[in-house]
């Protein structure tokens, strides 16, 4: 499980050089600084984590829940409760504020975001199908399926059956990307690669916990 988690914005993607004047990739994520409203417990809650505040909100925005739970809290309200799930969190206390300072460069991450949502779509764009023949015989069929049924035993079509229907929207995570740049003063965090989600997006930064052992390079 995670050490250390932040949450960011997306902000879109650029390039930046390295040391050695190679182009880097990188996705930009704008991290406001995180205020703990809730700690849970293994003792309290059957796990551990944070759950956090992002942004800035009038308190007379938020419903009678989240405005109750705020001001119990004593802390600022924000635009989003988020919740971290982290290994330990008897660092933590009611209050604290999470910049991005907790990551640097170097680090693998995982980062995860709701992807952007395609709509309706067929099964080649969908799941990758070969579509069917486009020879003699096969009339305005190109882009089909196919059969989905089997033969009278059993008679009906399985549950999870690949088929056309809406695509993206969902939460989806991405391993070991590594960290280029956190930069504390501007609260900008550099991640190469892509990150899930459109701009503007909220994102889940933690530390990999599948990171590999040896070749840390991504």
């Keep these: ?26 996705t930009v994520l704008k991290v406001e600084p995180l205020r703990v ?5 293994r003792d309290t809650d059957g796990y551990s984590a944070l759950q956090v505040t992002v942004g800035e909100r009038e308190l ?19 635009r989003k409760l988020v919740e ?15 910049t991005v300072e907790v990551l640097s460069a ?7 975001a709701l992807s952007k949502g395609k709509g309706f779509a067929g099964t080649m764009k969908r799941h990758n ?9 096969a ?18 079509v399985f549950k999870g059956t690949r088929m056309a229907g809406r695509m993206g929207g969902q939460k989806v995570t991405t391993l070991n990307l590594k960290v280029v740049e956190a930069n504390a003063e501007s609260g900008l965090l550099l991640v190469r690669g892509s990150v899930p ?20 390079e991504s």
């Design 129 to 137: 199908f070969a579509g069917q023949r486009a020879s003699h015989g």
């Design 84 to 98: 971290l799930r982290l290994e330990d969190v008897s660092d933590y206390e009611i209050g604290q504020q999470i």
């Design 106 to 112: 170097g680090d693998l991450v995982d980062v995860t």
């Design 37 to 41: 409203v809730q700690i849970k417990t």
């Design 197 to 216: 989600g459109p701009r503007g997006a909220v994102v889940v930064i933690r530390d990999a916990v599948k990171a590999p052992s040896r070749g840390a």
């Design 60 to 78: 007379k925005k938020l419903n009678r829940p989240e405005a109750g739970h705020v001001s119990k809290a004593g802390v600022k309200p924000g």
């Design 139 to 156: 009339h305005r069929v190109h882009r089909a399926p196919g059969a989905i049924g089997a033969c009278a035993t059993p008679s009906r």
């Design 1 to 26: 499980m995670a050490t250390k988690a932040i949450v960011g914005e997306k902000v879109g993607m650029t390039q930046v050089w390295d040391d050695q004047n190679r182009v880097v990739p990188v």
